[in-house]
């Protein structure tokens, strides 16, 4: 499709303005296609970009690496550039966006000289569901063309669903390396200088679109696939505010009982607890079955029946490969057997990838870095702190569809009914096995507090310290928290006024990473976790399984059967409230963490918190 040819007069002008500013040589319009997929790799790959793997070992699969300054999200250079300063919230960078914009303008002034620019329409969501989103992102870079193809639904179907006049977020992206004449590319064309990157959010603009995402100068993951992170989490969770629904960092799964009873949960985890793995689990419980519907990302809207329905605005999966083993995620690994792009892995010498804690030695005498240096290939999976052989954030970018453990239901345009939220963090104590929330409001609070220990050795902080993330959404929330619990209160309190109070998802929270005085983990987590589904399964259709503790809803002893080598006095200690423990969680939630968000944090949290510190005294 030629530029001339796009129906939609908004979206034609927005391009061809992009067009003015940017200088490309050219303009391709995608279309979709497994033709244009494939170009696209082919166009890297003959430049030397990127490596075509062993098609005996991966069909259909390619490995590429970054840039070593362009490896991760960019954090530091990520923006919420609202109109009002106190509207981004004390957890998000917020710049001016009149100031962003003119400096963003300069630097996107002749970036794709020399390149051509890629109009990339694509929905998060079924295409033409209620529930799913438009978005049309620009980019110079073939690798975001066919990493979108992967993570989203791209092409003409998609302008089909758009019209003349639909709703759509506009998403500039470039990866900042014009090309003189006879100009070739590095490995891995991105701007070097972090300090010049910028992946920015508008989220109340006042030009001709209210919402909107510019990316500059990197060519990774979230910074660049601008429906991932962007789109679908920071814009989408204004949307969402705005338009009365919830757009969440969270998985979605579909559980069944052995008499065939199903119900859907949807989870938020932070990093490092193991949601892609929970979001795939084999239950080690006979008869209990986990399909996957989403692993990352949940968009939910209330049905006219007053349930909440959940859909998976993406269409693959952009998951971390180190520790992705067939003990961690089996149904990961089958998954990425073909029709995968890595990123930052490790090659091996007969044309296959490898990472650290993949759970088998490097084969050959030598493999290639992600850095693309040859060294001796380890003997063991483990990883030698600073000679890595694969980037600790590397990442396979796969079809959802190639998961067999995916559920029918998983492109269902109406979503999933979700009978139970989960929240979650890695805790060495205070925090039980799992316990449920009094109410809803109860439940707000519980996500609200949120928080995971980290290491000395991760982040140069005291090992032990609790780092809250509430609800899994510090990082991509595009609009001040306090707020965002607002908004989660708002919604609860509307369906109950409506008399569907009932019919609101039960809340709970988990934690897999308990551990005794001699530091060892007290629950072997992976598949036995499916024991903990199952108590919540029943409790969401009002067993009496519980006891009703100042914290919450408890398992009554023996209402959680024990995996083998776990005893039941760890399952007692794991399933008790630890009253020294909480009382100190308490003064940390006030003096470090509610405090932050002074008068916009809702009265009710502040109120439970003090109802909760009086019972655990009495």
Known sequence: MKLNELKHAKLKGWVEDAVALMTPDSVEICDGSKAEYDRMIKTMVDAGLGVALNPDKRPGCYWFCSDPSDVARAESRTFIASRKKEDAGPTNNWTDPDELKATMKGQYKGCMKGRTMYVIPFSMGPVGSDIAKI????????????????????????????????????????????????????????????????????????GDFKYEIWSYGSGYGGNALLGKKCLALRIASVLARDEGWLAEHMLILKLTNPQGNVKYVAGALPSACGKTNLAMLIPTLPGWKVETIGDDIAWMKFGKDGHLYAINPEAGFFGVAPGTSDHSNKSAMDSIKKNTIFTNTGLTEDGDIWWEQIGYPAPGKTITTWKGEKVPSPKTDKAVAGQEIAHPNSRFTVPASQCHVIAKEWEDPKGVPISAFLFGGRRATTIPLVNQSKSWVHGVFMGSITGSEITAAALDIKAGTVRRDPFAMLPFCGYHMGDYFAHWLKLGKKAQDEGNGDKLPKIFFVNWFRKDKDGKFMWPGYGENSRVLAWMFDRCDNKDNCLETPIGFLPKPGSIEAPAGTSAETLAELTKV???????????????????????????????LDVLEKELHA
């Open 135 to 206: 978005g049309v992102e620009i980019t110079d870079s073939p690798y975001v063309v066919f990493n979108m193809h992967i993570m989203t639904r791209v092409g003409v179907k998609v302008l089909d669903v758009l019209g003349k006049d639909g709703f759509f977020v506009p998403c500039l992206h470039s990866i900042a390396k014009p090309l003189g004449p006879g100009e070739k590319d590095t490995v891995w064309p991105c701007e070097p200088d972090v300090s010049k990157k910028f992946i920015s959010h508008f989220p109340d603009s006042t």
């Open 578 to 608: 630890d009253i020294d423990g909480w009382k100190k969680e308490i003064a940390d939630i006030k003096d470090k963490h509610y405090s932050q968000f002074g008068d916009k944090l809702p009265k009710e949290l502040y109120d439970l």
